[in-house]
């Protein structure tokens, strides 16, 4: 089972699965987009919670950039998806349009 961390950005606190070991480098990870994420906020004021995460992600991905010129380069392409979790989300699919069948057909026979 994944360990799970919470994480407060931005005065929000949010719950994340990483796996077991990993949770001082999501902590690390997060207290970056925090500071990223205020210091949007404050040059640019009021934002909804997408904006700022955008804007944060951004100002990160700038600093990198900075830093490392290759990072601005055509991005790896990413890695193959986990059988088991593609084959749940394929029956919760399966299952979902099963559902709004059925609830079709007894919407046109009330």
Do not use: H, W
């Amino acid at each position: 089972m994944p360990a799970m961390v919470d994480l407060t950005i931005a005065g929000r606190t949010y719950q994340v699965a990483c796996r077991d070991g990993e949770e001082d480098n999501l902590r690390a990870a997060a207290r970056i987009v925090d500071g990223k994420s205020r210091e949007a906020l404050s040059g640019l004021g009021a934002l909804s919670e997408a904006r700022q995460f955008l804007f944060a992600s951004l100002l990160i991905a700038d600093q990198l950039i900075d830093k490392k010129p290759e990072a601005a380069a055509e991005p790896p392409p990413p890695p193959a998806p986990d059988p088991m979790l593609a084959n749940r989300a394929e029956a919760l699919a399966d299952r979902l349009e099963s559902l709004a069948e059925a609830l079709e057909r007894e919407g046109a026979n009330p």
